[in-house]
């Protein structure tokens, strides 16, 4: 894989998973299934990071009883974790423009 993608990968985890928990409360397994068919973004990366977003507040967790196995623990979105979502997802945006534009630029100059 390009390292390339390897950091963007990195860089817009935090903001995937938090725009998926505010669609609906989740597990770290679904989580991780989601993030890999939308961005082929591993498991093993996933529950590091669903950690820290728990000490920092931006995610409650609650646990759920599963007819299969153990309990499952869910994730909720906090309203923390809420207003990092809405930052992020602007910062993203603004991001995003610049870099097309730089790129538009960039091709129209190449012959």
């Known amino acids: 894989m390009d390292p390339n993608l390897v950091q963007f990968k990195k860089g817009v985890l935090e903001l995937c998973v938090l725009a998926l928990l505010s669609q609906a409360d989740s597990y770290g397994y ?3 299934s989601r993030l890999a068919d939308a961005i082929d973004m591993g498991e093993g990366t996933i529950y590091p990071l669903m950690r820290r977003m728990q000490k920092d507040g931006m995610v409650t967790t609650y646990l759920v009883e599963s007819a299969s196995g153990p309990p499952r623990k ?17 910062a993203w945006t ?11 630029q960039h091709q129209e100059k190449t012959p």
């Open 30 to 32: 679904d989580i991780a």
């Open 94 to 104: 603004d991001f995003t423009r610049s870099v097309a534009a730089v790129l538009e």
């Open 74 to 90: 869910y994730y909720r979105l906090t309203a923390s974790g809420r207003d990092s979502l809405n930052a992020q997802k602007a």
